[in-house]
């Protein structure tokens, strides 16, 4: 049964129909009920698996998530997912402040805290609105078939395995508005089936964002305005962007809460070092207002890039250890004289061999980006 069309007030000839379960008598009130019962129910889905990431997750794993802000930024989060619960367990969530009228589900839906109906917006709001609608129209024309570019005097290699038959992990290579190229790896807090689709989500959108934009900062900021709110959101996406210039090898990164990638280079002695490219912002989804600065590394000849996810240095052993940072900062100092897709393999293969027998217990991905030397 298809839910009625109400125009707000007298706005009528002005107004857009706004999708609500009305005028159905018992049948339309259980819709509705039911509706807001499954809003109310994933707000809280989300705001439990953030209490239980501040109260469970070790300090040095939050301060990584959180990148440059304050514990109280996610916190801050909460009152929003309260506020917003409290809302919908008494079917006031949605309503348009100025003709207390639901707004649309899907708009609902798409960001919890919406609560004006589209013909109450200014001329500006509606405008970047209707961008917005014409991005969502893009979105869902380009999950087109990831290849890895050819870049003269550069390597690349990649590799993806999801913990269960579909994951949360996300990598690609796409071009910056300016022609840089753009290297980046995400993973959604999750797995299964949510994760992968919300993750293909992500894609979509990023797939269209980055042609659009010269800054990865400008890119994540784009991107955590359009999901923070999602109500498909349960927990938080990390994710690093890197844009490449290659003919000068500078690198100019964003990173949103997730594992710093390493970039592996030789030091005046001779020996090589590991060197961590920090968050520089938090996670999307998990804080108000998130920002992203950007910075900067130079890669010279015979330099790697190793991006992964928590699927590599969260794999653990018999003892319940984990392979952890050292352990990979280690493999990665060792096989500086490798290729890339010789990184990869013999990484997989160390992993391997630390966890024996032991399934994944996470999606494991790994980017690997190296300039050729000479």
């Known amino acids: 049964m298809s839910p009625s069309r109400k125009r707000a007030g007298d706005a009528g000839k002005h107004c857009r129909p706004r999708i609500v379960?009305?005028?159905?008598?018992?049948?339309?009130?259980?819709?509705?009920?039911?509706f807001f019962e499954r809003i109310a129910e994933s707000l809280k889905a989300q705001h439990r698996n953030v209490i239980g990431w501040l109260r469970n997750v070790p300090q040095e794993k939050k301060t990584l998530r959180l990148g440059n802000r304050p514990e109280e930024a996610a916190r801050e989060h909460l009152k929003v997912l309260e506020d917003a619960i409290q809302k919908a367990e008494i079917q006031e969530l949605g309503k348009c402040t100025v003709c207390h009228e639901y707004i649309e589900t899907h708009w609902l839906e798409t960001n919890y805290s919406n609560c004006v109906c589209l013909e109450h917006l200014t001329g500006e709001e509606r405008s970047r609105l209707e961008a917005e609608l014409e991005l969502s129209q893009k979105v869902q024309k380009a999950l087109l078939p990831q290849t890895l570019p050819a870049l003269p005097g550069w390597e690349l290699a990649a590799f993806s395995q999801p913990a269960s038959i579909v994951g949360g992990d996300y990598f690609d290579f796409l071009r910056f508005r300016d022609g840089a190229h753009a290297l980046l790896i995400a993973d959604v807090m999750g797995k299964g089936m949510p994760a992968s689709m919300l993750m293909a989500s992500l894609q979509a959108s990023l797939r269209i964002i980055i042609p659009e934009s010269d800054s990865p900062g400008l890119v994540l900021a784009r991107a955590n305005q359009i999901f923070h709110h999602n109500i498909n959101l349960t927990k938080f996406v990390s994710i690093v962007i890197a844009h490449l210039d290659p003919e000068t090898g500078v690198i100019l990164y964003a990173n949103a809460g997730h594992n710093p990638p390493f970039l592996i280079r030789r030091r005046v002695n001779g020996s090589h070092e590991a060197v961590p490219l920090p968050p520089t912002g938090a996670a999307i989804g998990l804080v108000e207002n998130a920002g992203f600065q950007i910075g900067s590394v130079h890669m010279a000849q015979g330099d790697t890039l190793v991006f992964y996810t928590d699927g590599v240095v969260e794999a653990a052993n018999g003892a319940n250890e984990e392979f952890g940072e050292n352990m990979l900062k280690k493999f990665l100092?060792?096989?500086?004289?490798?290729?890339?897709?010789?990184?990869?393999?013999?990484?997989?293969?160390?992993?391997?061999?630390?966890?024996?027998?032991?399934?994944?217990?996470?999606?494991?991905t790994i980017l690997v980006c190296r300039r050729k030397a000479g």
């Open 333 to 364: 100092v060792g096989n500086t004289a490798k290729s890339p897709a010789e990184v990869i393999r013999d990484l997989r293969s160390e992993l391997k061999r630390f966890v024996g027998d032991r399934p994944l217990l996470d999606d494991t």
């Open 21 to 34: 379960y009305k005028g159905y008598g018992s049948w339309g009130a259980i819709m509705e009920q039911q």
